[in-house]
């Protein structure tokens, strides 16, 4: 059987890996990164099992082609990503450690249940 405490692991990192993959290649520039950024938590705050997202890119590293935008590369996501299953809460993240975009649980913690039913 699966518990709560692995399942809310799976569900951070499948969810940091589909964010990964899916945005990494569009179109952007210092000018519209914050929309990105709000764009990337809207859409995977309507996930199952996510309580929280945060994301941030590197500004530094949006160098704009000849037609004035950059392209979003892996290295640029600061992301941190809260998903909760049963009691367990898992605190996860991916950011840029040795030059390489790497996720990492960063924390776990039980919820008490309600036991006044």
Request: some cysteine; proline content about 3%.
């Amino acid at each position: 059987m699966i518990t709560d405490r692995e399942r809310a692991a799976f569900e951070a990192g499948i969810k940091l890996g589909a964010l990964y993959h899916q945005f990494v290649g569009t179109p952007i520039a210092r000018e519209t990164a914050a929309a990105v950024e709000t764009a990337i938590e809207q859409a995977v705050a309507l996930q199952p099992y996510v309580t929280g997202i945060t994301v941030r890119l590197n500004r530094d590293m949006m160098v704009s082609n000849r037609f004035g935008y950059s392209e979003l590369a892996g290295k640029m996501f600061d992301a941190e990503i809260t998903t909760e299953v049963g009691t367990t809460v898992c605190r996860a993240r991916l950011h840029l450690e040795d030059d390489y975009p790497m996720m990492e649980i960063v924390e776990f913690h039980e919820t008490p249940r309600d036991t006044d039913h």
